[in-house]
Structures are given as C-alpha cells and as structure tokens.
C-alpha cells in the first residue's frame, strides 16, 4: 500500500467530509476509529466524533505484513468496550487490504470466525479484499459473503472502492434512520426500491426499433444464449447485445450494463444512466432480484454459453 499513500490518504479524508455530512443531514452521531496493520496493529484515531476528526495524512504510513486476523479481532474487542447503557448503538466495521493474511498471532481464522458469528445484531463486518482469494479468505474469517467486496490494487481501485464504501455506508445509515441496526447483506443491491417517478425523471426510454424480446419456452430451457439469440433473430450473435431476465442473486460486474423492463408498459430503459440511476457501484456487486411490482430486471450477458432458464424473456438490441 506505500505507493497509493497519498490516495488512500485522499479518499479517506473524502471519506471523512462526506460522511460528517450525512451525519448532520440524518442528525446521527458518529464516531470513527481507524487501525492500521501489517506485521504489528496501531490504533491511530479512536471513538472520535466524526465532525472533528483529522486529516489521516499525519498518521497514516505503510509497511510489510498483513495481520488481519488480529487487527479485525483488536478492533471487534475495542468497539466491544463501548459503554451502551443508555444509548442504542450500531457498530460498522470495514477492513480493506492489498494482501492476504499473513503475520496475525492472537487470532486463527476459525477464532475470529467465532467471534464475528456470535456479534450481536447491531454489528456490522465488511471487507474489501483484492481477488478471489481474499474473497475465499474473508468467507472462511466469518465476514458475511454480501459484506466482501473485491478492490482493484491501484489508484483508480482505490478511488473506485471509496465510493463503494460510501455509498454502502450511506444506505446502511439510511436504514440506520429507520431503525436497522445491523446488516450481513450491506454490498448486495435490493431492486425493490426503484420507483416509476424515479425512471421518468431519470431515464429515456428505447424505441421500438432498437431492440427485441424474446421468451424462453420450455424447448429452450438450457440453451447457451448465443444459440438462442441466433435461433430467434436469426442473426449472428453480438457478443454483449443480449440482457437475460435475473432470476437470482448474483455477482453484476462493473462493466455490465442493465436493461429496467416497465411491466404496464413494455418501455425499456437501459445504458450508463441505469446503473446511475439504481446506485450500482464501480465494483462487482450482488443483486437481489426481489419481486417488483412495476419493473423486470435484465443483466446484459458478455459470454456466450450463459444457460437460460425457462419462463425467462431476453433483450437483444440492435
């Protein structure tokens, strides 16, 4: 992390200033701590009102070693101590890092495992970790799987994975406001929220011409996309033109864009301004297809053996 010093120390004190002004506009009191860890953890801010806090470029530095484990545990024992007599607390907890574990003493992954699973509700562990690997890794430490995030190791990552982190953080004190303390699901996307007002307000539909929709009947079920598209059209296969119909949880990847289908009216909206529009991150994230009563959610397909399931429709735009 030594070479992104100054942009870790830049999007944090972003960070920061955007999250004393929500804190503010939502009238909630937040307190921030921050450790730092590599072979050794250092407490460097803690239990400090987020309207006071200082800039991070005085104490931040970067060196060898990633004890995760033990600086995750040191800050669920700290935060622990947090008198709640009288106030109703929430806890959110993010861990970022470049690398896996490698140097923790205190803490094995099945402890830290334990202790993440027995937090109460008001308690909330995120991670942002920088492949696949740290995906598996963070799953066996205890984070919830909607609560990991995977970053890109660079300047543009890091930048990219402070405005995920904001953004999850500004709908977990949404719902904060509403009397949510806790979440294991803070990454993944709920669609039940998008509104008729919003899309008119926000988005443009497609004409007629640009695209069709197709249904998968039950001789079609388990056909790659490609094929189908192909049988149907009866046009080769653009690779990224087809949408197919979310039928379940899963990972949307940054590049991919999304088509909203209005039920009543058959209009469709896609491009840059959906994902927009919906709060989509710069970063993989999981969708939650939940039942909708006005919309149907498509994802646009960039490989060509995606498997369709019957009952499903597909978009191709032309």
């Not at 470029?57 to 935060?79: P, Q, S």
């Not at 953080?169 to 979440?183: I, P």
């Not at 011409?209 to 790659?224: C, F, L, M, N």
Request: overall charge neutral; proline content about 3%.
């Amino acid at each position: 992390m030594d070479r992104l010093t100054d942009k870790v120390v830049a999007v944090f004190d972003k960070q920061i200033a955007r999250l004393a002004r929500r804190s503010q506009e939502l009238d909630q009191e937040t307190r921030v701590s921050v450790y730092l860890f590599d072979n050794a953890i250092q407490c460097v801010v803690y239990d400090k009102d987020v309207l006071r806090l200082p800039s991070l470029k005085d104490v931040y530095h970067a060196g060898g070693g990633t004890a995760l484990l033990d600086a995750t545990g040191k800050a669920i024992e700290d935060l622990g101590k947090t008198p709640e007599l009288y106030g109703e607390h929430s806890f959110l907890v993010y861990v970022l890092t470049d690398g896996e574990e490698n140097t923790s003493r205190t803490y094995s992954p099945a402890k830290l495992s334990k202790t993440i699973t027995n937090l109460p509700d008001h308690w909330t562990l995120a991670a942002f970790v920088p492949d696949q690997n740290g995906v598996h890794e963070a799953k066996s430490f205890g984070f919830p799987k909607d609560n990991i995030s995977v970053w890109s190791v660079s300047g543009k990552g890091i930048e990219d994975a402070g405005e995920h982190m904001f953004k999850a953080t500004d709908n977990f004190m949404e719902n904060r406001a509403k009397g949510v303390r806790g979440t294991r699901s803070l990454f993944s996307f709920d669609t039940s929220g998008v509104t008729k007002k919003a899309v008119k307000a926000n988005l443009d539909a497609l004409k007629a011409t640009e695209y069709t929709i197709h249904h998968v009947r039950k001789t079609d079920a388990g056909s790659q996309i490609r094929d189908f598209v192909e049988k149907v059209t009866k046009k080769p296969y653009r690779q990224g033109s087809a949408y197919y119909q979310l039928t379940k949880k899963e990972n949307v990847q940054s590049r991919k864009n999304i088509c909203l289908l209005e039920d009543s009216t058959g209009k469709i909206y896609t491009g840059d301004a959906v994902r927009d529009m919906l709060g989509l991150p710069a970063h993989e994230v999981r969708v939650e297809p939940t039942a909708h009563p006005q919309f149907t959610f498509f994802v646009q397909s960039t490989s060509f053996n995606r498997k369709l399931v019957e009952g499903t429709s597909v978009i191709v735009i032309k």
